[in-house]
């Protein structure tokens, strides 16, 4: 029980650190390294706002899971993971990796549409791949978790 504290605990503190570096980005750093590239490249300036919104979008997603993350952790911490409660946070996390993977889909079709060269394409094609292997996983993950969930039921109803 110490251990799984520690690492709460732990885990805890990443997720504060990576969801305020996040909204630094979101605030400050994207939206400004936007309009640099529309300043010094005015044959992308178009690019400028679809970029940005994309990125805020993309790292809302990502905030998401780390509040579900969260809440996750607080009813581990209860030893209340196995209640349909868990269910609801692992959903808006499933959730939030469909929306980010089919945004990640469209610049991957617009990038290899307008591409010159392959390099660009293949390696937005691997983060579509991962993404969708990441989308899948998780919705593997929760089916085992509602069985876990049926199975600690009958058992409280046993006992």
Known sequence: MRKTYL???????????????LLLFQVMSLPGQFAHMAAESPQLAYLQWPLTVFSIVE???VQAVIVSTWKLL??????????????????????????????????????????????????????????????????????????????RTDMDAVI
């Open 7 to 21: 690492a709460v605990t732990a885990l805890r503190i990443l997720l504060v650190v990576a969801f305020a570096l």
């Open 59 to 61: 790292l809302l997603c």
């Open 74 to 151: 607080t009813l581990v911490k209860h030893d209340r993971i196995f209640s349909k409660a868990s269910l609801a946070w692992v959903d808006v996390i499933v959730w939030a990796v469909v929306a980010a993977w089919i945004l990640l889909l469209g610049v991957f079709l617009f990038v290899g549409f307008n591409a010159d060269d392959p390099g660009m394409p293949l390696l937005m094609f691997l983060f579509v791949v991962a993404g969708a292997v990441l989308g899948l996983l998780l919705v593997v993950l929760r089916a085992v978790l509602r069985q876990a969930i049926t199975l």
